[in-house]
């Protein structure tokens, strides 16, 4: 494993090679980025930033798309893969909100996470974007380079991973770090033809150097 230094080191690395890095879900309100949010689950945001527009403008509020049913979804959203189970999501979702919480998100994981298709991953996006409460989401690019760097050991769970990184980093540092890791997992270190050879973290990494053999 890494030592917290070098966990630090390669945060800073990924953040000098992409200062840019950021969410890139557009959403308008709390209630329509956490849709974007669950929309993008096994799904690239460029894909559902082409979707939500329309989605948006038809289901203004909770409200509105608490009234409909999943198959009045599905056609705003049927570029999107799974886009059947998403569309139930959505609307059960939107039922809940307004029944159990007056129609608002609410800055708090615990109940975040009660309300369909809604996860810690997706209860920590929500909470760091949109609320500003310190929070690490923990995506398949986050585990891949986790695992890789030996951040954690290859068969740590989402957990795990995400408390490693709350343990290493200061809480201001980890939607930064979160947003640098994704960005490096995009386009650098891929789940396949990593850029290992010229990688600048090639030293503390042992997986980088065993494929630049």
């Known amino acids: 494993m890494i030592s917290k230094d070098q966990i630090e080191l390669a945060i800073a690395t990924m953040r000098e090679k ?16 956490l849709l974007a949010v669950i929309l993008s689950a096994q799904a690239t945001d460029k894909s559902v930033n082409l979707v939500t527009p329309a989605l948006f403008a038809r289901f203004p509020t909770p409200n509105d798309l608490a009234q409909v049913t999943a198959t009045d979804v599905e056609p705003y959203i049927k ?27 609410l800055a708090q994981r615990e109940e975040l996470v009660k309300l369909p298709g809604v996860g810690r991953k997706t209860a920590n996006v929500v909470l760091s974007e949109r609320f500003g409460v310190p929070a690490f989401a923990v995506d398949t690019h986050v585990s891949r380079i ?49 850029h290992c050879t010229i990688c600048p973290l090639l030293n503390i990494c042992a997986y980088g150097q065993e494929q630049a053999k």
């Open 146 to 194: 986790a695992k890789r760097l030996q951040i954690v050991a290859a068969d740590a769970s989402v957990t795990q991973i995400e408390r490693k990184f709350m343990d290493s980093l200061p809480p201001e540092k980890w939607l930064d770090a979160h947003h640098a890791l994704i960005f490096w997992g995009r386009y650098w270190c891929t789940a396949r033809q990593p």
């Open 18 to 33: 992409y200062p840019q890095a950021r969410t890139s879900l557009v959403a308008d309100t709390d209630f329509h980025f």
């Open 79 to 105: 570029t999107i893969g799974l886009y059947r189970n998403k569309a139930r999501y959505l609307v059960a979702c939107a039922q809940k909100l307004v029944t159990d919480y007056g129609g608002v998100v």
